[in-house]
């Protein structure tokens, strides 16, 4: 008996369902090889945007905390001091640009470590009040309200015992103690001379201050070029004072009296009036403007 081969049972129970249809062909080498070219490099890419979503948030926290202490770090910083200072005569270069002071005061910024060189005779009034005068061809710094640095030249120094006022120099430190005071650099040697008051030299040697000066006198403050200190005494109408009164700070004083007086304690003088005189004068008032005008002149 021969077995019908439509009614042979078979293991593949779709086999029916495709008959008479033709296989479909396999696909080349070549085609399969992009396609898994294609698969690995979108899963490649897949997998770098997890890596960088799951670092995203790290990140962004260090991030923050990185500009927070940049933030502190800024706000403990000092600020870049600038300084207002008026200018109330004289000629000076800073940065390569001239400023002048002639009929009026002027306002000048400065930075302190702003140099500034005087091309002339000139007088500050520094911000704590100091009556300061600096020579010609003197080149110095303004470092804050009632410091200098001095580079070379001479400064003349007034507080009339208000505020402090301190000058450096390479040679040394010079502070005053309530006083009229002059600082010069000569040479590799420095000159410290005070009128009233006292004043103190600092150098890496050693400490000095002067004595409580005389009338007529000014004590003087020598160093040796190595640092070592010596003290002298000389009189107030020493020569190395007349340069401050190509610079003067006027008077404004209106009394006879107190006007003579004030042009003898520039001078380095001492002026006496008879007790009569002082009477008749001291009700009396000045005419005029005296307003920078030097010693002799307003004499």
Do not use: C
């Not at 200072?85 to 390569?96: N, T």
């Not at 001095?150 to 040679?171: K, N």
């Amino acid at each position: 008996m021969t077995d019908d081969p439509q009614n042979t049972p078979t293991d593949d129970p779709f086999e029916p369902l495709f008959a008479g249809v033709e296989r479909r062909p396999q696909p080349s080498d070549a085609a399969r090889e992009r396609a898994f070219d294609a698969i690995t490099e979108e899963w490649e890419a897949l997998q770098t945007r997890r890596r960088k979503n799951r670092w995203r948030g790290p990140m962004a926290l260090a991030a923050t905390v990185l500009v927070g202490i940049l933030g502190l770090t800024l706000l403990r910083q000092p600020a870049t001091s600038t300084l207002m200072l008026e200018l109330a005569q004289g000629h000076i270069r800073v940065d390569g640009a001239d400023h002048r002071a002639v009929h009026d005061p002027i306002s000048v910024a400065l930075g302190k470590d702003t140099r500034v060189k005087a091309l002339g005779p000139g007088r500050w009034v520094a911000p704590n009040g100091a009556d300061v005068r600096v020579s010609t061809g003197t080149e110095f710094m303004w470092r804050g309200e009632g410091t200098v640095a001095l580079r070379y030249g001479q400064v003349y120094v007034a507080t009339d015992g208000g505020a402090s006022f301190t000058v450096e120099t390479p040679q040394g430190r010079v502070t005053d103690i309530g006083t009229r005071f002059l600082v010069a650099t000569r040479g590799g040697g420095l000159e410290a001379a005070a009128r009233e008051g006292q004043i103190e030299l600092a150098t890496p040697v050693e400490t000095q201050r002067t004595k409580p000066v005389r009338t007529g006198y000014a004590a003087l403050l020598v160093t040796d070029g190595e640092g070592r200190i010596v003290q002298r005494t000389e009189p107030a109408s020493h020569q190395r004072w007349n340069w401050i009164h190509t610079a003067p700070k006027g008077y404004t004083t209106r009394n006879p009296v107190a006007m003579l007086r004030e042009i003898a304690n520039d001078l380095g003088k001492a002026v006496h009036f008879d007790k009569g005189v002082e009477a008749a004068l001291g009700a009396e008032e000045l005419d005029g403007n005296y307003r920078g005008m030097a010693p002799w002149a307003a004499l």
